[in-house]
């Protein structure tokens, strides 16, 4: 078992953990196509937001080029930068902040309350997300979000074929004020992976243990095949613990600060390679047939069974 990805100290805890936990009162919404019983078909979610982009949304793209430009560079390494309002950390409510254990980002969806992270991740029911963390901050400034069922396949591994599965999505509760993430934060655009090399802006947090400053991570990278895998693989360097679940994005826009989810760090030993080149070279899952029925699990709120 790789431990790398994320915090040493959790994964106790974690493995105790259950991964299924209080279950949503509430169905899915009518609204948008939705069937009679309330339960979303494949078709109907392909429907909802369409894995292809329309003229209009072609347009908008080649008319904030500009604003993609910067995110679209080759860095080579990860650097520290201010965060999105779309990604954030996943902490035990337990515990103080700084000991978040993997990144999680939200996709959107019917219900505009779901979050993407890895499988390995293993989200227990004391578990919270905090969109663009920021370090010793006395309130967060998207609030934190109580997490409230989790959804894993339940064929997924750490090695061999059931790690093309490392993927999970997870829906929290609304805040205070009644109102959905998705909402507050924005959302990235679940998408299939188009193929193996893709030019992707990938975003996390790294533990403080292994990355003192404790701030949000970028890297701009190209991928290619993980050998013998349905995986990505991307080299940049600084991807330590904690970086578990971090989305993989094209189309990365800095005005909108979303873009199409391709895949999240995760897969085989955890996302990457055991040893020193640990925290250099990372692995995703591809985003296929798999990912999309576990995210029509989520949205229909039930058990995935396989």
């Known amino acids: 078992m790789r431990f790398s990805r994320w915090s040493r100290a959790r994964w106790g805890r974690a493995a105790l953990a259950g991964l299924y936990v209080v279950v949503l009162a509430a169905a899915v919404p009518r609204a948008g ?7 979303w078909s494949s078709e109907q979610a392909q429907r909802f937001w369409g894995p292809t982009r329309t003229a209009d949304e072609a347009s908008e793209d080649d008319a904030d080029a500009d604003s993609r430009s910067a995110a679209q560079r080759i860095t080579g390494s990860a650097k520290h930068f201010g965060g999105v309002p779309s990604v954030g950390v996943l ?31 293993s989200i227990g029911d004391d578990a919270a997300f905090v969109p663009d963390y920021q ?21 997924r591994t750490d090695t061999g074929e059931g790690s093309d599965l490392d993927f999970a999505f997870a829906t929290v509760r609304p805040d205070a004020k009644g109102r959905r993430i ?60 904690g970086t578990s679940g971090s989305p993989w994005l ?10 199409d989810l391709v895949g999240v760090l995760g897969g085989l030993n955890g996302g990457g390679p055991d040893g020193d080149r640990s925290a250099q070279l ?25």
């Open 33 to 39: 196509g939705h069937g009679k019983d309330r339960s």
């Open 91 to 121: 902490f035990y409510t337990g515990d103080d902040m700084k000991s978040h254990h993997c990144t999680a980002s939200v996709v959107h969806s019917p219900k505009g309350n779901l979050l993407v992270t890895a499988g390995h991740c």
């Open 135 to 155: 370090q010793g901050a006395k309130e967060q400034p998207y609030g934190v979000w109580t997490v409230d069922r989790v959804f894993t396949d339940p064929r």
């Open 182 to 241: 998705e909402q507050v934060t924005g959302a990235n655009r679940l998408v299939r992976t188009p193929g193996y090399v893709n030019r992707v802006t990938v975003i996390g947090y790294p533990s403080a243990d292994d990355d003192p400053a404790d701030e949000a991570i970028r890297c701009t990278a190209m991928t290619s095949r993980l050998e013998n895998h349905n995986q990505l693989k991307m080299r940049c360097d600084g991807f330590f613990s």
């Open 250 to 259: 094209t189309h990365f826009n800095e005005k909108t600060r979303t873009g």
């Open 282 to 306: 990372s692995y995703s899952p591809l985003n296929d047939d798999e990912i999309f029925k576990l995210y029509l699990d989520a949205i229909n709120n039930r058990e995935p069974k396989r």
